[in-house]
């Protein structure tokens, strides 16, 4: 069984401590280590409790058998360590784990709470304005630790949000050992083998969209947010702002192409069916409620102006109701997880 208890805030000492190459720093000295923890990292981070997470206890069994002693893992898109806890609370030999994200707010609740476990590092991927790029994983890694190497990568939940998929891949080549593996589970690939009726889970927010949206243009006590349905390009900027949170669905046949394209050999891949709550995953909703129903009383990131207090109550209402209306009298709803292994 694996263990899912939150960590210790004590220094890892003993048979567990684990020592990272020299001119490696665990910590880097960048302005993100410094910052309070953010509200926002906190909530996502309550979402690990949440029963549809048990989607990484596949992951995280099949992490435990590659590793040996002093390996390293590389989490990437680990945010705030969700994986990584529930791996380093199941070994009881020394190995490394590099959480890389491309949120600062993410990776400063990681460093909250494993500060003092010396087995644990962070680097954030910053996004690169001029280039309109993120930082790749070899542009974050200082030498020491590429030449070193890591046996095993993991992205559990984030591989669909990648634009540059093949540059993405591979610099995952340049700090996987000859021989590591490349560990993906992901619930928003298009997976020709899933079983009918499981839902792709964030394309239900475009059904909550939906509901919304008819609830909006009929209720009275939503009048205010009807001028910006009628607007079609109001409307498109707000789908372009949700399909960054919440993107558009690809293939499974895109990503083992890719895969193979950049170095690697798909291994295996399979399904599993994780079935979430729905008063879990309208939490999650909720929390990224400027992603799911911005048209609902705007977004700095289109009109320039926030919403209200009153419009984000308004947003979580309608997140509910539009839940409660696609999944009458359910407790929770069947969703598709696809799992690959590739070997570099």
């Known amino acids: 069984m694996i263990v899912t208890s939150p960590p210790t805030t004590d220094t890892v000492v003993g048979p567990t401590a684990f020592r990272w190459p020299t001119g490696f720093d665990r910590i880097p000295n960048q302005s993100w280590t410094r910052e309070p923890v953010d509200e926002f ?88 304005k001029d280039e309109q790029r993120l930082q790749l994983l070899d542009e974050v890694v200082e030498q020491p630790l590429l030449d070193q190497g890591a046996q095993v990568l993991v992205s559990a939940n984030a591989i669909h949000l990648y634009n540059n998929l093949a ?63 009628e607007d079609g390009q109001r409307m498109a900027s707000h789908a372009k702002l949700r399909e960054k949170v919440f993107v558009p669905v690809r293939p499974l046949a895109e990503y083992l192409d890719t895969f193979t394209d950049t170095g690697f050999s ?48 308004d947003r979580h209402f309608l997140i509910r109701y539009g839940l409660e209306k696609l999944f009458p009298g359910q407790d929770a709803f069947p969703c598709n997880w696809t799992y690959i292994t590739c070997r570099r």
């Open 167 to 229: 540059e993405t891949l591979t610099s995952w080549t340049h700090i996987l050992r000859p021989g590591g593996l490349a560990l993906i589970c992901s619930a928003n690939l298009r997976n020709p083998n899933c079983r009918p009726g499981d839902w792709i889970i964030d394309e239900t927010v475009a059904k909550v969209n939906e509901i919304a949206a008819e609830l909006v243009a009929r209720e009275p006590a939503f009048e205010e947010y009807r001028d910006v349905l």
């Open 266 to 313: 798909v291994l295996h891949t399979f399904t599993s069916t994780i079935h979430a709550r729905v008063d879990e995953w309208c939490e999650l909703l909720q929390t990224y409620h400027d992603g799911v129903l911005s048209w609902v009383g705007g977004s700095s990131k289109v009109e320039g102006q926030p919403p209200t207090e009153k419009a984000i109550k």
């Open 41 to 128: 990292g906190l909530n996502y981070d309550s979402v690990g409790a949440h029963g549809w997470y048990a989607n990484l206890e596949p992951t995280v069994a099949e992490v435990l058998s590659a590793l040996n002693e002093n390996d390293i893992l590389v989490d990437y898109s680990g945010g705030t360590g969700l994986l990584t806890k529930r791996v380093l609370a199941n070994v009881n030999y020394p190995i490394g784990a590099l959480n890389v994200d491309a949120s600062p707010k993410f990776l400063r609740v990681a460093l909250e709470t494993s500060r003092n476990d010396e087995r644990v590092a962070f680097r954030l991927l910053k996004w690169l």
